[in-house]
């Protein structure tokens, strides 16, 4: 199975900073990485696709990149909505796996 | 507006049979390539489940110990998960997601149902 390590696991920053979230494959995915945003108690939401896409509807504010085994998710101008906790995922090969999730709160 | 809507009885006991049946309005899921479950156990990350491919195919996560099933019916718009021989490994928050632009890119989930697995 491909492993899946996200870095920071949590992080604490104010609106209008700008975050970084990390994720490392254990072998090289190409881009088959997507990002999501999960909030508590609401669905899971697809931010990005093949590392660098933006799904339809999400702020230019988040973006991706990436290959391999080294992405990053950025978060530009942080506001409220968006503390919450982002996982990657990779679909290079099944068994689908995630990143163990970065927190991301209000300092 | 896509929404997905897991439905579940909640509460099953060890060895008995979990189902699950996602309930899909706003779009028609003969249309996605992908039909498929995730699932976040108390306290955990996400895992995934299992997914239905629009060629037929089915992949599951070897990892679960319960038997998978998954499959849909596209005249109800809806599609579902069967693991039988559930044990508390299985307590989890269940999670139907479908791949609009992609086979693998689980575009839309629905907001998630508790099931516990408890005598």
């Known amino acids: 199975d491909i492993q899946m390590t996200q870095s920071p696991s949590s992080l604490s920053a104010s609106v209008g900073d700008r975050v970084t979230i990390t994720c490392r494959a254990s072998?090289?995915?190409?881009?088959?990485l997507a990002w999501f945003q999960h909030k508590p108690g609401k669905a899971p939401k697809s931010l990005i696709y093949?590392?660098?896409t933006l799904q339809s509807g999400v702020p230019s504010k988040f973006s991706g990149s990436g290959s391999g085994t080294d992405f990053t998710l950025t978060i530009n101008n942080l506001q409220p909505e968006d503390f919450a906790t982002y996982y990657c995922?990779?679909?290079?090969?099944?068994?689908?796996?995630f990143g163990g999730g970065t927190r991301v709160e209000i300092k | 507006q896509v929404q997905l809507q897991e439905s579940t009885t909640g509460l099953v006991k060890p060895s008995e049979t979990l189902s699950l049946t996602c309930s899909v309005s706003?779009?028609?899921?003969?249309?996605?390539?992908?039909w498929g479950w995730m699932r976040q156990p108390p306290g955990k990350g996400l895992e995934w489940v299992a997914t239905?491919?629009?060629?037929?195919?089915?992949y599951h996560n070897p990892s679960l110990q319960s038997g998978v099933t998954i499959s849909k019916d596209a005249s109800e718009n809806q599609f579902f998960l069967t693991l039988t021989s559930v044990t508390a490994a299985d307590t989890a928050v269940y999670y139907c997601?479908?791949?609009?632009?992609?086979?693998?890119?689980?575009?839309?989930w629905g907001p998630g149902n508790l099931v516990t697995v408890s005598s």
């Open positions: 997601v479908i791949g609009i632009v992609s086979a693998y890119s689980n575009d839309y």
């Open positions: 706003g779009y028609s899921i003969s249309s996605a390539y992908s």
């Open positions: 239905l491919h629009h060629s037929g195919s089915t």
């Open positions: 072998q090289g995915i190409s881009n088959y």
């Open positions: 093949a590392a660098s």
């Open positions: 995922q990779q679909y290079k090969t099944y068994p689908l796996t």
